[in-house]
């Protein structure tokens, strides 16, 4: 176990709608990424934050926002959802102690769009 | 431009033998951190080891050793005495120290024989 939480596990929906995932990133720590894994295009770096402000930006789409709030959860947003949006998306968190080197990912929510 | 690759898609060894996972990298940074991560077909990504461009010493965590040869841009790893709870995906990343996004390659799938 990461300590760093996901939810929901996994999330079925239809193309067009918008869904929320929530992360809790490990105790102490202040960064927070999320990435997205489908079979086409790997593991991509999507966005980071750290102590509630935008540290980073990947290959993250218009479509997708994020933030992270004074309680340093996190969640992403996916709205006009896509067939090609299915994938794994993990949180991952990083930063106690000031160690920035390790990220510990969350188990991950698999979003799945018909 | 960053870049990661893993140009082993797929790998055999047999149980209590090692094994070396390549990985190459591209910055033109001199800052850099290389990180290695296991993803299991349970799906969770779990951090095995990281490596500071400016470290001088191949970082080592238990059975795992990252072969870092900074000239050669590489940096492999290496599991000693391999389990068969070693069968997964391997996945190489790199962080530049400029900015925050980190970057991964496409991944090995290790299998270990009985």
């Known amino acids: 176990d990461s300590g760093v939480t996901q939810t929901p596990k996994h999330l079925i929906t239809a193309t067009g709608q918008r869904v929320t995932l929530r992360c809790s990133p490990r105790?102490?720590?202040?960064?927070v990424y999320w990435y997205q894994q489908s079979l086409d295009q790997g593991l991509q770096f999507l966005i980071q934050?750290?102590?509630?402000?935008?540290?980073a930006k990947g290959n993250i789409l218009e479509r997708f926002s994020a933030q992270q709030f004074p309680d340093l959860h996190s969640e992403l947003n996916l709205s006009s959802l896509e067939l090609g949006d299915s994938a794994l998306y993990f949180c991952?968190?990083?930063?106690?102690?000031?160690?920035?080197?390790?990220?510990?990912f969350g188990p991950g929510t698999r979003l799945t769009v018909l | 431009a960053q870049k990661i690759t893993q140009t082993q898609p797929g790998m055999f060894v047999q149980e209590k033998e090692a094994v070396t996972l390549d990985c190459t990298y591209d910055?033109?940074?001199?800052?850099?951190?290389l990180f290695w991560y296991k993803q299991p077909s349970s799906g969770e990504m779990i951090f095995l080891i990281y490596?500071?461009?400016?470290?001088?010493q191949n970082a080592t965590e238990g059975r795992y050793s990252l072969n870092f040869q900074k000239a050669r841009k590489s940096a492999n790893l290496v599991i000693s005495a391999s389990q068969l709870g070693d069968s997964a995906m391997y996945f190489c990343?790199?962080?530049?120290?400029?900015?925050?996004?980190?970057?991964f390659g496409a991944g090995t799938r290790l299998f270990v024989k009985a």
């Open positions: 990343a790199m962080r530049e120290g400029r900015g925050f996004k980190t970057i």
């Open positions: 490596q500071g461009s400016y470290d001088e």
């Open positions: 910055t033109s940074d001199q800052s850099y951190g």
């Open positions: 934050y750290y102590n509630g402000e935008e540290r």
């Open positions: 105790s102490g720590d202040l960064s």
């Open positions: 991952a968190s990083s930063g106690a102690g000031g160690v920035d080197n390790e990220q510990f």
